[in-house]
C-alpha cells in the first residue's frame, strides 16, 4: 500500500485565492512527522511546514497552513492568497519511527493571473 | 549554518559509461543523508540512504551504488549507465531520528543517458 496518496495530478487557482492540495497518509505507527515541500521549475525542494502526530494544532507558517484530521488520516496543506510564485509542484511526505521518508507523486500547482 | 553542495549541475553521458555524483554537506556533524530520483514530471524515489560512515541503505535493486567515505560526504555511482538511469537527481540531509527534523534538500543533478 502507497504510503502517503496526492489524487490531484494537477491544480489551477486563480491569484488572490486559496487552494486546498489533499495528502493523505497510511501507517500503523503511533509517532509519525508530515512534511510538505514545494518544488519550483528550479528542482529544488523547499520545506513549508511539518505536523506531529501528537501535535493538537493544526500548524502554520504564514500563508501556508496544514489541515490535519488524524482520524481521516489527511495532512492537506492550504494555501491562502495565492500569489504567482507559489506555481509549482507540490508533495506531502511522512517520516515514521525511522530514518525513511515516504513522499507521495505530488501535485502540479499552477496559480492563474 | 547547514549548507548541501551536489555536483556536477547537469550531466549528458553515453550509455555504458560510468558515473559518479557527489554530495556534501557542511555545518552539522553526523547527518543522515539521501540519494533520491526524480523521473521527469514524476515524485521522488528513495535510492539509498546512510546513517553512518560505511553504512549504507539500498532501497532498489539497480545497477546504481552509493558509498559514504566521509561523514558529510555521499556519492551515487554506476560502472555502466542505462537509459532508464535518466532523471534528476537528488541528495538530502537529516538529522538523526527525530521525527520533527526535515529533510534539507541540495540543488539536485539532471543526468540525460543517451
Known amino acids: 500500500a502507497q504510503k502517503i496518496t496526492q489524487t490531484q495530478p494537477g491544480m489551477f487557482v486563480q491569484e488572490k485565492e486559496a487552494v486546498t492540495l489533499d495528502c493523505t497518509y497510511d501507517?500503523?505507527?503511533?509517532?509519525?512527522?508530515l512534511f510538505w515541500y514545494k518544488q519550483p521549475s528550479s528542482g529544488e525542494m523547499i520545506f513549508l511546514i511539518y505536523?506531529?502526530?501528537?501535535?493538537?494544532q493544526n500548524a502554520t507558517e504564514g500563508r501556508y497552513s496544514l489541515n490535519f484530521q488524524k482520524a481521516r488520516k489527511s495532512a492537506n496543506l492550504v494555501i491562502s492568497a495565492s500569489q504567482l510564485g507559489d506555481s509549482a509542484m507540490y508533495f506531502c511526505a511522512m517520516r515514521e519511527g525511522g530514518n525513511q521518508f515516504y513522499f507521495g507523486t505530488g501535485t502540479s500547482l499552477t496559480v492563474i493571473p | 549554518s547547514q549548507t548541501i553542495h551536489q555536483w556536477p549541475a547537469t550531466l549528458v553521458q553515453p550509455v555504458g559509461s560510468p558515473l559518479s555524483l557527489e554530495c556534501t554537506v557542511e555545518?552539522?556533524?553526523?547527518?543522515?543523508l539521501y540519494w533520491y530520483r526524480q523521473a521527469a514530471g514524476r515524485g521522488l524515489q528513495l535510492l539509498f540512504y546512510?546513517?553512518?560512515?560505511?553504512?549504507i541503505s539500498s532501497e532498489v535493486p539497480q545497477n546504481l551504488s552509493a558509498s559514504r567515505p566521509q561523514d558529510r560526504q555521499f556519492i551515487l555511482s554506476s560502472k555502466k549507465l542505462l537509459l532508464s538511469d535518466s532523471g534528476f537527481y537528488l541528495c538530502?540531509?537529516?538529522?538523526?531520528?527525530?521525527?520533527?527534523?526535515?529533510?534539507?534538500f541540495g540543488p539536485g543533478t539532471r543526468l540525460t543517458v543517451l
Open positions: 555545518g552539522t556533524s553526523n547527518p543522515n
Open positions: 501507517t500503523s505507527d503511533p509517532s509519525y512527522g
Open positions: 546512510s546513517v553512518g560512515i560505511g553504512q
Open positions: 505536523q506531529g502526530s501528537y501535535d493538537q
Open positions: 538530502a540531509w537529516s538529522v538523526n531520528s527525530l521525527l520533527t527534523d526535515t529533510q534539507y
